[in-house]
């Protein structure tokens, strides 16, 4: 029997179109410029066989439940609920992204359809990371915090144990809690670039379910989720709730990458500076230098070493150790400053190449800091 109009879900389906349509069209921001690539899908700051492996093992287990799932309660009833709509998302997601990586481990550029499809499975595969991870926040938040206890309260006591039963299952905990976990660990592992003009592709994947949502109830006369019904007192702030935890989620998930890059992007060796320019100098690469500061990864040392470097280099570094600066100085020795001390000594060491290196030694006395004249 068909229903009445859903006032508070159409309005709800309206605004999240009309924000879809207003994000991708007025305010696109780097999407305009962003050119999707599939290294975008396979870049990773730890090991790349551990990222396959990991995609792998989520896929074929959200496939393995999503097949339980499908042969024991039907496809079809399946189908109506936002949650396998997003876990199936989820499942083709972590499948293709195995399959890349795998490739990507053994060295396989892409080649025939895939190259030719490159730039938009890049594109749709970071818009389904987006997508995956705001509504893993918004199920889960949804789930527990509106769903169970509106399934609590029902008053038939048959309803109730029904309703409940429905939510605290095995596939439930995967579907609205192991979801998040996934996600965060892909989030953690993948480097997928987040960008946030993504909030209109996510607001099209709300707005579709929404806009089935509606003609369904439409046609059937029956909502998918009770606690939506436009019958229910203050629905209107039920609907608001909704709207206002896809926002919190899409902003939960940019704080985190942006938490993920402050991590990735650490401070320097002393714990106070981030890594500053590597300076090179001659025959010694930078993060070489022994004495426990490092200016940076390391790298190939020069062919063409110095005849002076190995004098000047440690009696540069004895004179430094030697300087005892306390502990309150503003001005701590970096491993920038070292790479800066070696180069000016080893000018000075073969302008005066007749002398001794203990010659020229400085007196032992608090020496200004280096800072003020390299930097």
Known sequence: MPGALPIPLIALDLVVIAQAVLILRAFPGNLRTWQPRLEDLTRTAGSSRRLAKFRCIVGFYSLGL?????????????????????????????????????????????DGA??????????????????????????????????????????????????????CNFGSYNQHGMNVVFMLIEGWLADIPVIPSM?????????????F??????????????????????????????YGLHWLAFGTVLALSWIKGRIRKGVGSEGVHPPGP??????????????????????????????CRHKDASGVIRRIREN?????????????????????????????????????RPPHHRAQPLKQHFM
């Open 66 to 110: 999503s097949l339980i799932q499908g042969f024991w309660a039907g496809w079809g009833l399946l189908a109506k609920w936002f949650t396998m709509w997003t876990w199936w998302l989820m499942t083709a997601y972590f499948l293709v992204g195995a399959w890349l990586s795998w490739r990507d481990v053994r060295g396989e550029a892409p």
């Open 114 to 167: 895939l190259l030719a499809l490159s730039s938009r499975l890049a594109f749709w595969m970071v818009a389904a990371f987006h997508i995956l991870g705001t509504m893993a926040l918004v199920l889960t938040g949804m789930t527990w915090t509106l769903l169970l206890p509106s399934a609590y309260s029902l008053p038939d006591a048959a309803a109730r144990a029904i309703a409940v039963e429905g939510i």
């Open 199 to 211: 909030a209109g592709v996510v607001s099209g994947w709300a707005a579709a379910y929404t806009t």
């Open 213 to 242: 949502a509606v003609i369904r109830y439409m046609i059937v006369g029956k909502y998918i989720y009770g606690v939506l019904d436009c019958a229910l007192p203050q629905q209107w702030a039920r609907t608001a709730f909704v």
């Open 324 to 360: 005892r600066r306390p502990a309150c100085d503003p001005h701590p020795l970096t491993g920038l400053h070292v790479a800066a001390a070696l180069q000016l000594g080893n000018l000075r060491t073969c302008r005066r190449s007749s002398k001794s290196p203990g010659q020229h």
């Open 278 to 307: 590597k300076v090179p100098h001659d025959g010694t690469a930078a993060g070489e230098l022994g004495n426990g500061l490092s200016t940076g990864p390391r790298r190939a040392s020069s062919p063409m070493p110095s005849p």
